[in-house]
């Protein structure tokens, strides 16, 4: 059974950085297409960047771009990081880890089939 575990949400203040981490389990794949998702209170779930661990390719939405930086997580197949810089209020919200390992491509609009519980992340100013 696929398993998608997240951690290394918190608290932090603005300008500041943190760094999540998703780990992939019980799939037989050696890559995927694999995302972070966030959703803050009252708004709608929306993906802010993706990447295809077979090439490194990444997608990112424009509100996190120059700051966030998704990456493989060292020699791990199905496990990445998302570093996140000069955070600001706006990117408070719910962190989710998604993954999809049959795909016709790894973008936004990628239907991911399995997922994390989330972490939450929280920015004061």
């Known amino acids: 059974q696929v398993r998608v575990m997240e951690s290394g949400g918190g608290s932090v203040q603005a300008g500041g950085s943190l760094t999540l981490s998703c780990v992939v389990s019980g799939s037989s794949f050696r890559s995927g297409c694999m995302a972070w998702f966030r959703q803050a209170p009252g708004r709608p779930r929306e993906v802010v960047a993706t990447?295809?661990?077979?090439?490194?390719?990444?997608?990112y939405d424009n509100s996190v771009k120059g700051r966030f930086t998704i990456s493989r997580d060292g020699a791990r197949n199905l496990a990445v990081r998302l570093q996140m810089n000069n955070l600001s209020p706006e990117d408070t919200a719910m962190y989710s880890c998604?993954?999809?390992?049959?795909?016709?491509?790894?973008?936004?609009?990628?239907?991911?089939?399995?997922w994390g519980q989330g972490t939450q992340v929280t920015v004061s100013a």
């Open positions: 998604a993954a999809v390992f049959k795909f016709r491509a790894c973008n936004p609009t990628t239907p991911f089939t399995d």
């Open positions: 990447i295809w661990t077979y090439n490194g390719g990444t997608t």
